[in-house]
């Protein structure tokens, strides 16, 4: 029961940050592109974010806590040097991730699912040095500072609720991901359900102007 316990509480983790990527992502496109949308999927969960901090936990371990396929590393380092080593490990992950799952998508789907190539320092169209920066940055001090806080409170859920939470979460996350990029390995296409203008374009700005 109790790893049955720890697997639920991993499991909670792993909707909430998939909860917490959705609401990242649209706070990017609502400063860079004026909108929101659903992001390709049904439910307001992207799985991939969910599935990696587990990951980076599981292999990587936290900047508290440096490892390497669980086993400790750079023990005697001091705390400021962890977390930049951190930093720097997160940042090849991210790298190494966007570009990997661009790539895939593109072969499979048939077509972008992203492009960086109008940003600086680009590496391929799927990445650059400041997105990965930044997402290497949120991945660190939310791995320092907020994982196991979180977990010890989804830890807290009792038993019953959470074996129930899990369930539903884990079966709505997998299905709507299936389901996703099914449709848009049919269709070739992004997957957009609805789209949410929250402010006008430029050109729009300058006729309301005229």
Request: with cysteine.
């Amino acid at each position: 029961m109790i790893k049955t316990a720890k697997l639920y509480s991993f499991i909670l983790m792993t909707a909430f940050v998939s909860f917490l990527g959705f609401v990242i992502e649209n706070v990017w496109l609502a400063f860079t592109k004026g909108y929101i949308d659903n992001r390709n999927m049904t439910f307001p969960f992207l799985l991939g974010y969910g599935l990696v901090v587990i990951g980076i936990f599981l292999f990587f371990g936290t900047p508290e806590k440096l490892a390497l396929f669980g086993r400790r590393i750079f023990k005697r380092t001091k705390k400021r040097q962890r977390y930049l080593i951190y930093l720097m490990i997160m940042f090849v992950v991210v790298c190494a991730g966007e570009i990997i799952l661009g790539k895939l998508v593109e072969k499979i789907c048939g077509f972008e699912y992203w492009n960086y190539s109008a940003l600086p320092l680009h590496i391929t169209k799927y990445t650059s040095v400041f997105t990965s920066l930044g997402f290497a940055a949120a991945i660190t001090f939310f791995m320092g500072f907020c994982f196991y806080p979180l977990l010890e409170m989804f830890s807290a859920v009792p038993y019953e609720i959470s074996a129930v939470l899990s369930r539903l979460l884990s079966a709505v996350m997998i299905w709507d991901m299936i389901h996703s990029f099914s449709k848009m390995y049919k269709t070739r296409q992004l997957n957009v359900k609805w789209r949410k203008q929250i402010r006008l374009k430029n050109n729009e700005n300058i006729q309301t102007a005229k």
